[in-house]
């Protein structure tokens, strides 16, 4: 088992243990979705949609942060576009979006409305955006 796992972990991460030279995050990103795109076709599960994988078993919010950036990644747009500064000011963002989360749960909760249902049938339309995309 520790070799299987040190195999994979050679094999998704060619930039740390072999002679593969990324230049920055994105091209990590583009190498790592470059690598399990290859494990699928080769256990010929492949997934028909960047959309599926994503375990309807999370909670609410983190299969919606997980859907949105397989969305993102897809280049499909979905929702507005929250540009935060990171640095000092992520961890006020970070309070400030806490927050918002906990009013619209109280808002949610005075309506007699499940926010977690709520939040899980919208993280649904965006995979069907992603799908209907055709990704």
Same mark, same amino acid.
């Given at each position: 088992?520790?070799?299987? /796992?040190?195999? #994979? =972990?050679?094999?998704?991460?060619?930039?740390? &243990?072999?002679?593969?030279? !990324?230049?920055?995050? *994105?091209? +990590?990103?583009?190498?790592?979705? *470059?690598?399990?795109?290859?494990?699928?076709?080769? %256990?010929?599960?492949?997934?028909? %949609?960047?959309?599926?994988? $994503?375990?309807? %078993? /999370?909670?609410?919010?983190?299969?919606?942060? #997980?859907?949105?950036?397989?969305?993102?990644? !897809?280049?499909?747009?979905?929702?507005?576009? &929250?540009? +935060?500064?990171?640095? *000092?000011?992520?961890?006020?963002?970070?309070?400030?979006?806490?927050?918002?989360?906990?009013? $619209?749960?109280?808002?949610?909760?005075?309506?007699?409305?499940?926010?977690?249902?709520? =939040?899980?049938?919208?993280?649904?339309?965006?995979? %069907?955006?992603?799908? *209907?995309?055709?990704?």
């Amino acid at each position: 088992m520790a070799r299987a /796992l040190a195999a #994979k =972990l050679r094999r998704r991460h060619p930039h740390v &243990f072999g002679d593969v030279d !990324a230049r920055d995050a *994105d091209a +990590v990103r583009a190498m790592w979705e *470059d690598v399990k795109a290859a494990e699928r076709a080769a %256990s010929g599960a492949g997934r028909p %949609s960047a959309a599926d994988g $994503v375990p309807t %078993s /999370l909670p609410a919010l983190a299969r919606a942060q #997980k859907m949105l950036g397989r969305a993102e990644r !897809a280049g499909v747009a979905v929702g507005p576009d &929250f540009d +935060v500064d990171p640095g *000092d000011a992520q961890a006020a963002a970070g309070a400030e979006i806490g927050a918002e989360l906990l009013a $619209v749960v109280a808002r949610a909760r005075a309506l007699g409305v499940d926010a977690e249902s709520a =939040l899980r049938a919208q993280v649904r339309t965006v995979a %069907s955006q992603v799908r *209907d995309a055709g990704v």
